[in-house]
T-cell receptor, first 115, second 115 residues
């Protein structure tokens, strides 16, 4: 089945440590995205990538980094510079605008807790 | 920049009744797509319905339908015959047309279904 996988579902880290969240898709989508969701809030865009080896900052990129070495993979690193990293992280993908269907597909999310 | 506004943080509906969730958006584009996503307690984002701006006919998917008013920039979701499984956060989202890879989300409406 085609879809997006995120692992792990729950992740715990000590403050000051970098942590990498995994996101893999087998939908052959060009674009991939990372969102952060805090309790009772909407989705805030961290980074997105339209093609391999290219990515753009979203609204809240500070303290995060990404890479896009393969079309299928878009890992997100939460660095120690991120002041409040505890949150729910969602990865998504979509085809190019001229492709159909044109909506975003989402992974199941990773809940990161930093103490 | 595009903005998406959901003015109802919380809504409730009696089981089997009908409820309408509101969404307005701001854009200067004429070509775009609109979506409603559902996020149940599992936190998996699920596409409910999509609407192409160039289509005058309102989209419907079983018990879900939209009222798309392009001139008013309004995109409301109507849920008929509400079921307990409809209880979730609902997010309205916008995507620009032919060149748009970014999605813009509202802050969500939490829907409670009362048995």
């Amino acid at each position: 089945d085609g879809g997006i996988t995120q692992s792990p579902k729950y992740l715990f880290r000590k403050e000051g440590q970098n942590v990498t969240l995994s996101c893999e898709q087998n939908l052959n989508h060009d674009a991939m995205y990372w969102y952060r969701q805090d309790p009772g809030q909407g989705l805030r865009l961290i980074y997105y990538s339209q093609i391999v080896n290219d990515f753009q900052k979203g609204d809240i990129a500070e303290g995060y980094s990404v890479s896009r070495e393969k079309k299928e993979s878009f890992p997100l690193t939460v660095t120690s510079a991120q002041k409040n990293p505890t949150a729910f992280y969602l990865c998504a993908s979509s085809p190019q605008p001229q492709g159909t269907p044109y909506e975003q597909y989402f992974g199941p999310g990773t809940r990161l807790t930093v103490t | 920049a595009q903005t998406v506004t959901q003015s109802q943080p919380e809504m409730s509906v009696q089981e089997a009744e009908t409820v309408t969730l509101s969404c307005t958006y701001d854009t200067s584009e004429s070509d775009y797509y609109l979506f409603w996503y559902k996020q149940p307690p599992s936190r998996q984002m699920i596409l409910v319905i999509r609407q192409e701006a160039y289509k005058q006919q309102n989209a419907t998917e079983n018990r879900f339908s939209v009222n798309f008013q392009k001139a008013a920039k309004s995109f409301s979701l109507k849920i008929s015959d509400s079921q307990l499984g409809d209880a979730a956060m609902y997010f309205c989202a916008y995507r620009r047309g032919s060149t748009g890879n970014q999605f813009y989300f509202g802050t969500g409406t939490s829907l409670t279904v009362i048995p």
